[in-house]
């Protein structure tokens, strides 16, 4: 049975209402400024973006949300990806707020996610540590049972937009071996006592930050799912996002595409425009194979997603595709343009400096060829 794989009116005007947002508000401009301040994101813009339902778009009414669907958040995300829109947003809404969904108790779910809905609430993914290991293996932070609650130990490197977060989406390891799963969950508040930010300079200028836990108390309410098993939730909250993390790379791919394709028709070399030399063709055209397979691979992730179908080998295909040609396509572009585009201020520098970020986040391609293998049985 053939998929379409087209989005519907409604989701192409959802698609259309991101773009002219994010181009108006989010110029090249305005990105590079996020970059150099310290909050990693418009404040301002984060409330429209609530206004306008973005934030609670796969939120169920009964939580203050749309009720969306997931295939509902890809034109958003291609958007984004095209204005490079610096936002919490995947670790708030596409990780947190699903998480809190899949595993949640329902007074959870009444606490957290209708002030996710309405831009009240921001909530940091924290998982990555000092090896850089994406998943249970990794993680040796340690929440130890004491009485009813959790005493959290340990450092968490790369937490986005922690200095205004809300809550921190935290694993860690209850079970001693880590061999095994053993890892829980926890929603930590993040003005608890004990809890220290370090600030992590990056070439993308994205807010990441080391976040220490020392001997910091969690109440054993705001464990998510079951103890030494909340792995598999937020697995699949992560991968979904990671999905979608492609379709940002499909819309800045677009937007590399537009603009190293203008430069090889304004760029004139022995009076004639590079664009016209065969070499030149050749790099502009692997943008486009890049962007056209990334945006096909990822769409139909999505649309298994949406349809409730097993998605986890499709996902992993897109995923590690995607973290590919975000480095193959932004090299081709650089070559194109050559050496102007190594100017921090140029637009180029932007895209190529945030795909660094893209490859690794949420895990690498690698990380996903192993799931893809574990999908495939191998």
Request: charged residues 20%.
């Amino acid at each position: 049975m053939a998929i379409d794989l087209t989005l519907d009116d409604h989701q192409l005007l959802v698609q259309r209402s991101a773009f002219e947002y994010f181009q108006k508000r989010y110029p090249p401009y305005v990105v590079r400024d996020i970059e150099d301040g310290h909050v990693g994101y418009l404040p301002d813009g984060w409330q429209e973006m609530a206004a306008l339902g973005w934030l609670g778009i796969t939120i169920p009414e009964a939580y203050g949300g749309t009720g969306g669907s997931f295939l509902d958040l890809y034109p958003i995300y291609e958007e984004m990806g095209r204005f490079l829109v610096p936002s919490p947003h995947l670790d708030t809404v596409a990780i947190a707020a699903n998480t809190i969904l899949a595993a949640g108790t329902e007074a959870q779910r009444e606490r957290v996610l209708p002030a996710i809905a309405d831009g009240t609430c921001i909530v940091s993914l924290a998982v990555v540590e000092r090896d850089g290991t994406f998943g249970p293996a990794g993680i040796a932070c340690t929440a130890r049972p004491r009485g009813g609650d959790f005493v959290v130990n340990g450092t968490k490197l790369l937490v986005g937009y922690a200095s205004s977060a809300d809550f921190l989406l935290c694993a860690v390891r209850t079970e001693g071996d880590p061999e095994r799963d053993g890892v829980s969950v926890l929603l930590v508040p993040a003005d608890a006592a004990g809890i220290s930010r370090t600030p992590i300079p990056n070439i993308a200028g994205n807010a990441l930050y080391a976040v220490t836990f020392d001997d910091v108390v969690v109440p054993g309410e705001n464990l998510l799912g079951p103890q030494d098993g909340g792995w598999p939730a937020l697995s699949e909250a992560t991968t979904r996002a990671a999905v979608l993390q492609t379709a940002t790379i499909v819309g800045a791919a677009r937007a590399v595409l537009d603009m190293t394709n203008q430069y090889a028709k304004d760029r004139e070399q022995f009076g004639s425009p590079i664009g016209r030399y065969q070499a030149v063709q050749y790099l502009v055209s692997d943008i486009l194979i890049d962007l056209h397979r990334a945006d096909l691979l990822a769409k139909q992730a999505a649309y298994r997603i949406d349809a409730g179908k097993d998605y986890e080998r499709e996902a992993a295909i897109a995923i590690a595709f995607g973290k590919k040609a975000a480095a193959h396509l932004h090299r081709q572009a650089h070559e194109v343009h050559a050496g102007v585009a190594f100017i921090v201020e140029h637009d180029l520098t932007l895209f190529s400096l945030r795909a660094k970020y893209w490859e690794n986040n949420l895990g690498d391609a690698r990380y996903y060829q192993e799931q893809l293998a574990a999908a495939m049985r191998i």
